[in-house]
């Protein structure tokens, strides 16, 4: 299990593999954000289809941060999100991954119990392009709380 202390600052790791499928996207965007399969859309194209919501790239996102690790660590939630930026379409066909950096990492000082990590995340294609990046903190239990 990890604990606030094993964020080091500086730290960068990869993890996640993803393939997107038109069935994933169409089904999404139905149910949440059906503006997508429109024809005009932004990122619509004319051999690939339409692009995947943003919002299902940062569900996408957050299931490989929570398969690669969120479910096993000593998490206490978020406290939001500071910067999300969505730099390039996610078509069908495209398999994604997660870059994440440890930006900055420091205990709470009204509850020593708890750490605040500062994370960037970046979502990348097969093909090495970026589509997504952003910030938040993250809350973790310290070692001595979970002791």
């Known amino acids: 299990m990890q604990h606030f202390e094993d964020f080091p600052v500086g730290e960068v790791i990869r993890f996640g593999s993803c393939a997107v499928t038109v069935e994933d996207i169409e089904t999404f965007a139905r149910e949440f954000d059906p503006g997508v399969l429109a024809d005009g859309y932004p990122g619509h194209d004319a051999e690939r289809g339409a ?80 589509r997504l990046v952003g910030e938040n903190w993250a809350m973790f239990a310290t070692r001595e709380a979970a002791a």
């Open 51 to 130: 692009p995947a919501s943003a919002w299902h790239v940062c569900a996408l996102m957050m299931r490989m941060i929570c398969d690669a690790y969120v479910l096993e660590a000593a998490s206490l939630g978020a406290p939001g999100i500071e910067h999300l930026e969505w730099e390039a379409p996610v078509y069908a066909g495209d398999t994604l991954s997660v870059q994440r950096t440890t930006l900055d990492a420091r205990r709470s000082r009204s509850r020593p119990d708890l750490g605040l990590v500062h994370f960037r995340f970046e979502v990348f294609g097969h093909d090495g392009v970026r």
